[in-house]
């Protein structure tokens, strides 16, 4: 069996926990319910596993290469992405205005998964221009968005993100990139970009940088920085493309993963400078830029679930297959189908009760996003903005975590199987690592969650979704099913446990910053997990009410164990976590440096 999309469980989300039919009813989603939704999905899925499927491991073997200044992509990349293109897959959750189909990001997060299970290496691509396209719409002049979005939407031209340099990791602060501003009210940019995603292919016609530059006497630090258009080709004052601009790749990376995408070393200004466009005003392009990393972060926490996904259908149907052992309590005379014995069994409802939860938190998450931007009233819109913020660093942080657990559970499903490439299932666990790095690492989404998130606003966000969840509970406590009891029991103690950090945080976070950032990420891997926990409680619920009614038993059956276990064995580890940050701290910093 060969990657599924699980276009029902994504449905069932939309329906039941993100409210995509409420979300239908705001202005500009007038279309955009349940049967758009699934509608949607199901086309996505058809492209996704005829077409990207069968190229993923393709790509592995066969990566990006560079040779004499051009950048070749992977056989039958160029030919897939025509096909995305051209079935306006870009432009699915951008405005009509520009081309695009103005759909909710509810759905377009789905898509998102749907592409990176297929190929992550090749979604890579699209994932950088829909930074680019939110960007120019955020922060573009007339002029720039005239020139750039309607290409950029309909995928004829690729976006990229340019923020690190050699000696400028993830602190933007020693950005070096310089740019000169111009008679003619353009800007000359020099510089080395590193670590640039598909910063160079053979896949479209254009490619539209977005780069962090230096005006020249810009204040230091990250208030000096300004965001710049600089595209590979100059465009005619008809649209049509113009001359050669002067960046060029020089290198690519060779990864551990996510090969057949091409990482890109790009040098602006060789040959006199490269020509940019700045967008909006300077010394604000890393606020402009976090439009871009913010849209770029939900969407590789996306690429976490999608890769765990596909690793669990991979090592589930192994464990169909793989005969070896006879079961321990004696039910059956001979040797059994590794999914009968209990330990493969207890990897695979991890894997699941992981991806599955996870996928429901992103799920809300969109939908707080959608609300925010388009709820008619102004509340509601301030309170779903505040919750999807909230989400975003546990969205990205946990489920790019999780994926790295899921795929190296998946390797140990096929054991000594899955230590060898031909089965396919490592390359999974090697592809899921650069999830926690890029975009912000783990302990930056975590810095996030405790300065912004958490401490700045002394723990109100925080606290008020507890709130919610506490409402959650009741609703667990009240019903009649034994498990919903057990269940209420985990998810307490966890929203607990939560509520314990947030105010150990907000209580030091001034006078002893370091034992609270010492706990930052176990916070984040807390957080996250409650969230991914409540949602599998809510979704529980709605499961439990269908199989009272006889409605598709099956699948809300196995949704009700999915839940079961998550709180069994996920959600339960949330009051260790607690304790670890709060009376742990002096043990991570005590030891002497030279100790190391």
């Not at 086309?43 to 499927?53: M, P």
């Amino acid at each position: 069996m060969s990657y599924i999309a699980p276009v029902k469980d994504m449905l069932f989300n939309m329906a039941h926990l993100g409210g995509l039919e409420q979300i239908a009813q705001m202005p500009a989603f007038e279309d955009a319910g349940l049967e758009t939704a699934q509608a949607v999905l199901e086309e996505c899925a058809k492209l996704n596993e005829s077409v990207l499927v069968p190229l993923n491991w393709e790509g592995d073997k066969n990566p990006s290469f560079f040779k004499d200044g051009h950048v070749h992509t992977t056989p039958g990349f160029k030919e897939a992405y025509d096909q995305y293109r051209e079935g306006g897959w870009q432009g699915l959750q951008h405005p009509p205005a520009f081309g695009g189909q103005g759909l909710p990001k509810t759905i377009g997060a789905a898509c998102g998964e749907i592409l990176n299970s297929a190929n992550m290496s090749f979604a890579l691509c699209p994932l950088l221009t829909d930074g680019a396209i939110e960007a120019l719409l955020t922060a573009g002049s007339d002029d720039l968005k005239a020139i750039y979005l309607e290409k950029l939407i309909s995928g004829e031209w690729t976006g990229t993100m340019n923020l690190t340099e050699p000696q400028a990791g993830s602190d933007l602060a020693a950005v070096r990139t310089r740019a000169e501003p111009q008679p003619d009210g353009t800007y000359k940019v020099f510089g080395t970009k590193i670590y640039i995603t598909y910063g160079e292919h053979d896949m479209a016609k254009n490619i539209v940088h977005l780069v962090l530059a230096r005006v020249q006497g810009a204040p230091e630090g990250v208030k000096g920085i300004s965001l710049f258009v600089v595209p590979k080709f100059l465009v005619n004052k008809d649209g049509s493309l113009g001359a050669r601009n002067d960046v060029h790749c020089v290198s690519i990376e060779h990864k551990m993963g996510i090969k057949a995408s091409p990482t890109a070393v790009l040098q602006y200004g060789d040959h006199g400078g490269a020509i940019g466009y700045l967008v909006g005003e300077e010394n604000r392009g890393l606020e402009y830029m976090f439009i871009m990393m913010n849209a770029a972060r939900y969407a590789v926490g996306v690429q976490g679930i999608a890769v765990a996904e596909r690793s669990y259908q991979k090592a589930a149907q192994f464990a169909r297959d793989r005969v070896q052992s006879r079961p321990v309590d004696g039910s059956m005379k001979t040797s059994a189908p590794i999914i009968h014995h209990p330990d493969v069994r207890r990897m695979l409802m991890t894997m699941r009760a992981y991806t599955e939860g996870c996928r429901a938190m992103a799920t809300v998450a969109a939908a707080a996003y959608d609300a925010s931007h388009h709820h008619p009233d102004a509340a509601t819109r301030k309170e779903n903005l505040a919750f999807y913020e909230f989400l975003v660093p546990l969205v990205k942080g946990f489920s790019t975590e999780m994926s790295l657990e899921v795929t190296s559970l998946g390797v140990q499903v096929h054991g000594g199987m899955g230590f060898i490439e031909e089965t396919g299932a490592a390359q999974y666990y090697r592809d899921a690592k650069i999830l926690t790095i890029y975009e912000g690492t783990t302990a930056i989404q975590a810095n996030d969650l405790v300065g912004r998130k958490t401490a700045r606003d002394g723990g109100q966000t925080a606290k008020a979704i507890a709130s919610q969840i506490e409402q959650t509970e009741k609703q667990l406590k009240a019903h009649s099913d034994a498990r919903c009891h057990a269940v209420a029991k985990r998810l307490s103690a966890a929203r607990e446990a939560f509520l314990d950090v947030v105010e150990f945080f907000v209580t030091q976070s001034k006078s002893n910053p370091n034992a609270v950032y010492a706990g930052s990420v176990p916070y984040l891997m807390l957080a996250g997990n409650l969230m991914a926990g409540w949602q599998m409680a809510r979704a529980m619920l709605v499961a439990l009410e269908h199989i009272a009614k006889n409605d598709d038993v099956a699948f809300m059956q196995a949704k009700v164990t999915t839940a079961r276990f998550y709180a069994d064995h996920i959600l339960s580890k949330a009051p260790g976590v607690r304790d670890s940050i709060v009376a742990g701290a002096d043990s991570v910093t005590e030891m002497a440096l030279e100790a190391f």
